[in-house]
């Protein structure tokens, strides 16, 4: 089965640091970009950030220079370290995978999310 | 970057089309033919439904059709079921090489 799994939420007060950790299973993982949407209590979808099979890839101008990708394909993993959190960071945090190696966009596998709760 | 804009709420009857628009700029929804819907339900994640404008994914019921013209994109839900009550958001790849989601649109079977 095709899945992604999404830990390392929780609660941090504002100016601290949490990194969440997406397991990928079922696929190549090292063939797809994946991504990372944020949902805020009440709210829409945000983009936050992607990184492709080699470790590039960019970010929403809200967290840049805040938040940071990396990706180590032997675990299956994408990482996203957070740093200097803000109340406005607070939201369900989505892993997502682009839906082939061929192209950059249609994220169709999902995480479960992990919540960030900024607060203090 | 602004949120692509979409109509707050759709309503329609069971069996009825219901079309929801994504309104962009020429700098994100006007410039590719990368435009994504997903459907959300209260407390599931996304689903991708159309992607690159107007194809599905496998599994993807051919009720939902997707299009374009210009700077908006437009999601077509055809043969309206219950089920389809749900959270409707779409987004587009930018010329900054990030990605912009739509405002959401609540879609209320009548």
């Known amino acids: 089965e095709v899945q992604l799994v999404e830990s390392g939420g929780g609660l941090v007060q504002p100016g601290g640091s949490l990194r969440l950790s997406c397991v990928g299973s079922g696929f190549t993982f090292s063939d797809y970009w994946i991504h990372w949407v944020r949902q805020a209590p009440g709210k829409g979808l945000v983009w936050v950030s992607r990184v492709n099979g080699v470790g590039n890839g960019n970010y929403a101008d809200s967290v840049e220079g805040r938040f940071t990708f990396s990706r180590d394909n032997a675990k299956n993993t994408v990482y996203l370290q957070m740093n200097s959190l803000r109340d406005e960071d607070t939201a369900l945090y989505y892993c997502?995978?682009?839906?082939?190696?061929?192209?950059?966009?249609?994220?169709?596998?999902w995480g479960q999310g992990t919540t960030v709760t900024v607060s203090s | 970057q602004s949120a692509l804009t979409q109509p707050a709420s759709v309503s329609g009857s069971p069996g009825q089309s219901i079309t929801i628009s994504c309104t962009g700029t020429?700098?994100?929804?006007?410039?590719?033919?990368?435009v994504s819907w997903y459907q959300q339900h209260p407390g599931r994640a996304p689903k991708l439904i159309i992607y690159?404008?107007?194809k599905r994914p496998s599994g993807v019921s051919t009720r939902f059709s997707g299009s374009k013209s210009g700077n908006t994109a437009s999601l077509t839900i055809s043969g309206l079921q219950p089920e389809d009550e749900a959270d409707y958001y779409c987004t587009s790849f930018t010329t900054r090489h990030k990605y912009v989601f739509g405002s959401g649109a609540k879609v209320t079977v009548l």
């Open positions: 020429s700098s994100d929804v006007g410039s590719y033919n990368l």
């Open positions: 997502a995978r682009v839906v082939g190696p061929t192209t950059i966009a249609g994220l169709d596998v």
């Open positions: 690159e404008v107007d």
